[in-house]
């Protein structure tokens, strides 16, 4: 079920986790996590609902003290039945408190995945490439019904060529597909959207980064789609304001 993109997609679960859960992680009690997107969906008029698969990958892993692991160890987590079950259960109290709220699942390109459990030194194409297929494969088993979006994040523009597994996936079950990348992306291909910090066609969305929340001197205007992610620190009468500027300029 592929959905239309908004002008304007909203990240903002780590917010939301501080204000929302006292900084709790959602996704340590995934029969939950449909609840807490319930409320962040509303706090912040969200028209897409982020279901961030990379963020459950990452609680999982610290509630079994791991902290650090070579390529091979993170293949296996992935392949974890219950590593998987417990991203599962994420997605269908997400789908089952959102009602037809239209959803997305957010997750980290394979350098992105690579991060969260390596040094970089250790991150060479072969371990990118391996990560894409395993990647894929957790994907296909997460479809559902009620997503309609692929949120990928990337910031290795060496993995951008490993990303093929994905994007096929998106176009077997006719999902939309999305990259955010805020460095270069030019070799990035079989996405209906690019979001960068500067984007270089009409057809890429722009990142709004931390100087829009800072409050420098950052113009938002025309017909851009906007991507931006809630710094966590931010007091909640501070996000609404900036945010009702956003809405503003989306209109």
Same mark, same amino acid.
């Given at each position: 079920?592929?959905a /239309?993109?908004?002008?304007?997609?909203?990240?903002?679960a780590?917010?939301? /986790?501080?204000?929302?859960?006292?900084?709790?992680?959602?996704? !340590?009690?995934?029969? #939950?996590?449909?609840?807490?997107?319930?409320?962040?969906? !509303?706090?912040?008029?969200?028209?897409?609902?982020?279901?961030?698969?990379?963020?459950?990958?990452? /609680?999982?892993?610290?509630?079994?003290?791991?902290?650090?692991?070579?390529?091979?160890?993170? %293949?296996?987590?992935?392949? +974890?039945?219950?590593?998987?079950?417990?991203?599962?259960?994420?997605?269908?109290? /997400?789908?089952?408190?959102?009602?037809?709220?239209?959803?997305?699942?957010?997750?980290?390109?394979?350098?992105?995945?690579? =991060?969260?459990?390596?040094?970089?030194?250790?991150?060479?194409?072969n371990?990118?490439? +391996?990560?894409?297929?395993?990647?894929? +494969?957790?994907? =296909?088993?997460?479809?559902?019904?009620?997503?309609?979006?692929?949120?990928?994040?990337?910031? @290795? !523009?060496?993995?951008?060529e490993?990303?093929?597994?994905?994007?096929?996936?998106?176009?077997?079950?006719?999902?939309?597909?999305v990259?955010?990348?805020?460095? #270069?992306?030019?070799?990035?291909?079989?996405? @209906? =959207?690019?979001?960068?910090?500067?984007?270089? !066609?009409?057809? %890429?969305?722009?990142?709004?980064?931390?100087?829009?929340? %800072?409050?420098?001197?950052?113009?938002?205007?025309?017909?851009?789609?906007?991507?931006? %992610?809630?710094?966590?620190?931010?007091?909640?009468?501070?996000?609404?304001?900036?945010?009702?500027?956003?809405?503003e300029?989306?209109?």
């Amino acid at each position: 079920m592929s959905a /239309a993109l908004p002008r304007l997609w909203i990240d903002g679960a780590a917010f939301g /986790a501080r204000v929302l859960r006292g900084g709790d992680d959602p996704w !340590s009690a995934p029969g #939950e996590l449909g609840l807490f997107l319930r409320e962040l969906a !509303s706090l912040l008029s969200l028209d897409i609902v982020d279901i961030d698969i990379g963020a459950g990958i990452a /609680a999982w892993a610290r509630s079994y003290g791991i902290d650090r692991l070579d390529a091979g160890g993170i %293949e296996d987590l992935l392949v +974890d039945t219950a590593l998987r079950a417990h991203l599962k259960r994420g997605i269908e109290t /997400a789908a089952g408190a959102l009602g037809t709220k239209p959803l997305a699942l957010a997750l980290p390109g394979p350098g992105a995945l690579a =991060r969260l459990f390596m040094e970089p030194d250790g991150m060479d194409e072969n371990v990118l490439d +391996d990560l894409g297929m395993v990647l894929a +494969d957790l994907l =296909r088993a997460l479809v559902a019904p009620s997503i309609g979006v692929l949120r990928f994040t990337e910031a @290795d !523009s060496r993995a951008l060529e490993f990303f093929e597994p994905l994007t096929n996936i998106a176009r077997h079950y006719e999902l939309t597909s999305v990259l955010v990348m805020p460095g #270069e992306a030019s070799g990035a291909a079989g996405f @209906d =959207r690019i979001y960068r910090a500067e984007p270089s !066609s009409a057809a %890429e969305g722009r990142i709004l980064g931390p100087a829009f929340w %800072e409050g420098g001197d950052v113009v938002v205007t025309g017909d851009t789609p906007l991507f931006t %992610e809630v710094p966590a620190a931010l007091v909640p009468e501070t996000v609404l304001a900036k945010l009702r500027v956003l809405s503003e300029n989306a209109s």
